[in-house]
């Protein structure tokens, strides 16, 4: 995973401060792995985790929110009795009216928000209106040639260990397979040896 520091260090600046941050840019550029990261930030500065409401609307475990009231009373039941909360809704489209439930938290002031969505639905102008003055966009770029550069490096680096591990792990066995062999050999000539030292022994007694 690459940290993006850039839009990590903007989220970073926006925490704990009265507005909702909204995470946009085009499909597949990163706006979930962002999150990821500044959910990674929370926990790592001593967050809580139930503290922390973190929820991806696109995947099945949230199939059966079909409407913003549903998912409000959901946030609702989540807030923990003390501390700061922070809601991390991510793709927060797939809900309908989603932002009628996003005012009304904002402005009970249950939790400091935190969006992620796609451009052409997130920010419509109806939205944007209902919304006025209580957000702020952070867009998300695809990776840039620096990025892309570090990320082959970083998956190359991570290949190489694999690489590197499973040859130490196939020389381990190989090696506890050749002691195996050695000391199974030992035996086997210890035994023979003895066997027939002993039937030397018997031989030469009878003769004499």
Known sequence: ???RQNYLDQLI????RPVIKIITGMRRCGKSTIMALYKDYLLSSGINPENIISMSLEMMEFDDITDYRQMYKLIKAKIPASGPTYLLLDEIQMIPGWEKAIDSLYA?????IYLTGSN???LSSEI?????GRYVIIKILPLSFQEYLLFVLERKQREEHQNNSLRRSLRKDLDQERDHIVHFLSE?????THKVTDHGSNQLGDEA
Do not use: F, P, R, W
Not at 108 to 112: I, K, P, S
């Open 13 to 16: 600046a926006y925490k704990d």
């Open 108 to 112: 009970e002031g249950v939790a400091d």
């Open 188 to 192: 086997v000539t210890g035994t023979h």
């Open 128 to 132: 944007a209106t209902l919304l006025s």
């Open 120 to 122: 052409s639905n997130l």
């Open 1 to 3: 995973m690459i940290i």
